[in-house]
């Protein structure tokens, strides 16, 4: 054993070495065959950016047990591991590279059902967790107490979901799932399983129902699965949770290189943690995260790096030019802010255009509809084009309002025929 270390070390130092002389760094990742496609994305994207080479293998039916063991025995470098892990063997060799967003709480039914209904299936037992292996039930065995009162759960194990099985056999189903899940957005689309919310749209951002599971289980977050999600567009966002996946190592991997690896990550914006709809980062929130397992060191020295800015450098010199330049700045501020306010209020007169139409869509004959439609669109991208409009969100909410009339158009038209 002591031998084996020895060597492993050795071969630490070596490849360091050759790192450090401009030849690419060789990291093994490990990865379950549902997370295969997202991981190679960011392996990919970080080889690109770095001198990191990361070579990805996935295995169906890997559970996240047998992936640390593999990592213990130096099989692999890295892998990826739920931070809702319950995991009962020693921890002093593994830790947390980084943790980011990857799964999301899925409450789904084969039946459209109201969220009281599903409240009532979940209190009275008629729902199925579906898990890989008992070890990850922890944060279950935090939830369902909150319904039932008893701390009795109904899971499944599979080591490989079969959701068009599952949804026949049950009529609720609780699991967690990467967004890019395709086969549940058919199975969506194809009205063959509903998405809910675990809480109402009334409370959430209010002290409601999931933020406190999050408050009190920190290994968790509040998250909304926006329409675009599963590869399809949702009818509706939904309120859930998210779990922190965490890039597990073993303490043999050199603090330089999960330095330098994190560095790439970060300073590329690689994985979207940093800078999340959901107000997750990485930085500033690593202290609230309650890891299943600790840091590894060379990302605490991420963390706590203090490299001097450029102003702290030249601060004396910085200090003249910043006092002559701050009145310009904020006169170019201001400048830019009265024109992005003359762009914006230039949009709402089309925001209010649509409404008007939406308000009064009954009184439209189609062919008027279609020009109105046609005639507002070409405007915008003209006004656009000219620089007199932004293609920023209002622009984005303004399609999105547009395509929605458009759609109402088609199934007029749809309906009514020819004319």
């Not at 009265?338 to 762009?343: A, L, S």
Request: glycine letters at 4%; aromatic letters at 12%; hydrophobic letters at 40%.
């Amino acid at each position: 054993m002591k031998t084996n270390l020895v060597l492993r070390h050795c071969i630490w130092l070596s490849a360091l070495f050759l790192f450090g002389c401009n030849h690419n760094y060789e990291l093994r990742l490990l990865v379950s065959e549902e997370d295969n496609s997202v991981m190679s994305n960011i392996a990919n994207e970080v080889n690109n950016h770095s001198r990191f080479n990361i070579s990805v293998e996935s295995r169906d039916s890997l559970t996240e047990v047998s992936a640390i063991q593999s990592l213990l025995d130096d099989d692999y470098d890295i892998t990826t591991v739920d931070n809702t892990l319950d995991y009962h063997g020693s921890k002093k060799q593994l830790r947390t590279v980084i943790p980011f967003f990857h799964e999301v709480l899925v409450v789904a039914s084969r039946h459209q059902l109201s969220q009281s209904q599903i409240d009532s299936m979940i209190q009275n037992g008629k729902y199925m967790i579906l898990t890989k292996e008992v070890d990850e039930l922890s944060f279950f065995k935090e939830l369902i107490p909150h319904f039932t009162g008893d701390s009795v759960i109904n899971y499944r194990l599979e080591t490989h979901y079969d959701l068009e099985k599952d949804f026949q056999e049950h009529d609720l189903l609780l699991f967690f799932s990467a967004l890019e899940n395709r086969e549940l957005g058919q199975l969506i689309f194809n009205k063959d399983a509903y998405l809910y919310s675990l809480d109402h749209e009334e409370t959430y951002g209010n002290g409601s129902f999931i933020e406190g599971i999050c408050n009190d289980y920190k290994k968790t977050t509040p998250y909304i699965i926006s329409r675009y999600a599963f590869g399809i567009t949702l009818e509706k966002p939904v309120f859930s949770l998210a779990v922190h996946e965490l890039l597990m190592s073993t303490t043999d991997v050199p603090n330089k290189v999960v330095f330098d690896l994190i560095e790439t990550i970060h300073q590329h914006h690689i994985v979207p943690i940093f800078e999340s709809s959901n107000s997750y980062t990485f930085e500033v929130n690593h202290q609230d995260i309650n890891l299943s397992f600790p840091f590894h060191s060379g990302t605490i020295d991420y963390l706590e790096r203090e490299k001097p800015s450029f102003i702290e450098r030249y601060s004396e010199f910085m200090g003249f030019v910043l006092s002559v330049f701050i009145v310009v700045f904020g006169l170019s501020a201001s400048f830019k802010a009265n024109i992005n306010q003359r762009k914006k209020d230039r949009m709402d007169l089309y925001y209010q255009e649509l409404l008007d139409i939406k308000e009064n869509l009954e009184l439209f004959r189609p062919e008027d509809l279609g020009r109105n439609l046609r005639e507002m669109q070409k405007t915008v991208f003209d006004l656009l084009i000219k620089e007199k409009l932004s293609a920023n969100n209002e622009f984005v909410i303004f399609m999105m309002l547009w395509d929605e009339l458009h759609h109402e158009l088609m199934k007029k038209q749809t309906t009514n025929g020819p004319s």
